[in-house]
């Protein structure tokens, strides 16, 4: 397993893997919805987000688990909630 803690990069190379598929890609629009839902700010520790701890969008069911990308199961997440929050959860 390699560690990488810059910018998502393991994130990034499962959405390239979705993308493929033309599918569960949070679009701008939903991840507009679910900012705006959730007042831009991480749902765990309420961080407003930077450019060093960004929000991002959590799947509530995982994706590979078969969750949509749709409002209802997006949640606003810092990278380092998110972050955490994979480690304990898998
Ligand atoms: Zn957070």
């Given at each position: 397993m390699r560690k990488r803690t810059r910018r998502n990069s393991k994130r990034r190379e499962r959405h390239l893997l979705h993308q493929k598929k033309g599918s569960r890609k949070v679009s701008h629009d939903i991840r507009d919805q679910v900012l705006t839902r959730d007042g831009h700010?991480?749902?765990?520790?309420g961080t407003p987000g930077s450019s060093r701890n960004r929000l991002t969008m959590h799947h509530k069911i995982y994706r590979r688990h078969?969750?949509?990308?749709t409002v209802d199961n997006l949640i606003t997440l810092c990278e380092s909630c998110h972050h955490d929050y994979h480690q304990k959860m898998g």
């Open positions: 700010q991480c749902q765990h520790c078969g969750g949509p990308a």
